[in-house]
């Protein structure tokens, strides 16, 4: 433990130098390969290595040791060592920040100090649907050391598809605040096609990692190709349903009987009018 707080005393006091100690950064679902740079070309195995792992000063946990991944850790499905005694970290998450050591040997003088950061990007809240209220505030994270401090002002910072910071208020975005390392932007919904942004990560003017994001302001219809297909299918049944209907009306009216008074009705006329007729021709003889 006082040999980690050296280091981050070293790292206070002389930003900008390098040597054994390295900064990785990745996003999350990547695969990470945190470098044991210090190996001899000479050494043909990686019997002699063991990696440490510090999630916080007071948490210092061994990954591999001898070589071998330790089966005791909540990781060991995750991780590998590979021909070079890289320690290899599937699938990076939030969880596997923190500062790493590759020791080779009893000897510390050729010890490898990794630094491993995530940045992430999502909206907030993460239910947050930007077709139902025509603007999402995203959030873009970077996950580190907790010892290494809060992030400089402006150090994670928003840039459009023109690389062009996006500061203040302008055309269709607002950008919140930063704190610590978490720097926060609405986006509203914008004419044509849904809009690209991107959050990075800089360091003495160094972009050291960047992630991109685009809010699906796309209005769906919710409906798959079978959804239309028993559609037209509705609409057909209903059509054929109203053609036969109208034909069988059709046909019971073609074919409906005379009713009993309209036919005693028109007898009666013909009887009348023979009856008129017959004095009529009477008279004439």
């Known amino acids: ?34 470098p044991c740079a210090t190996i001899s070309s000479t050494e043909t195995t990686c019997s002699s290595v063991t990696w440490l792992y510090n999630k916080n000063v007071s948490q210092t946990s061994t990954e591999v040791e001898n070589g071998n991944v330790m089966k005791s850790s909540a990781r060991a499905a995750r991780l ?38 995530v940045l992430s990007v999502s909206p907030s809240p993460p239910d947050a649907d930007p077709k139902r209220d025509g603007e999402v505030t995203l959030e873009c994270s970077l996950s580190r050391y907790s010892n290494l401090g809060p ?21 269709g975005y607002k950008f919140l605040r930063q704190t610590e390392c978490v720097s926060a932007l609405t986006v509203k919904r914008q004419s044509g096609n849904n809009r690209k942004y991107t959050c990075q990560f800089v360091d003495n003017n160094k972009i050291e990692i960047e992630a991109d994001y685009t809010p699906d302001f796309t209005e769906s219809t919710g409906w798959s ?27 019971k009216w073609n074919t409906k009987p005379l009713d009993d008074d309209d036919s005693e009705n028109n007898d009666g006329d013909v009887q009348y009018e023979n009856d008129g007729a017959r004095p009529a021709a009477a008279r004439l003889h």
């Not at 070293?10 to 040597?19: K, P």
């Not at 400089?152 to 500061?167: C, K, M, Y």
Request: glycine residues 10%; aromatic residues 8%.
């Open 225 to 251: 190709p079978l959804s239309y297909v028993m559609l037209a299918l509705r609409i057909a049944g209903l059509i054929l349903m109203i053609v036969i209907t109208i034909h069988v009306i059709r046909i």
């Open 80 to 117: 590998s060592v590979d021909t070079g005694c890289s320690l290899v970290i599937n699938k990076v998450t939030a969880e596997d920040v923190g500062f790493y050591t590759c020791q080779q040997g009893r000897s510390t003088s050729q010890d490898v100090d990794i630094f491993l950061s």
């Open 1 to 34: 433990m006082a040999r980690l707080g050296l280091i981050l005393i070293f790292m206070l006091q002389f930003e900008g130098i390098s040597g054994t100690i390295i900064f990785q950064y990745y996003r999350p679902g990547h695969d990470a390969t945190l």
């Open 151 to 171: 992030c400089p002002q402006n150090s994670v910072r928003w840039v459009n598809e023109t690389g062009a910071a996006l500061l203040g208020e302008g055309v």
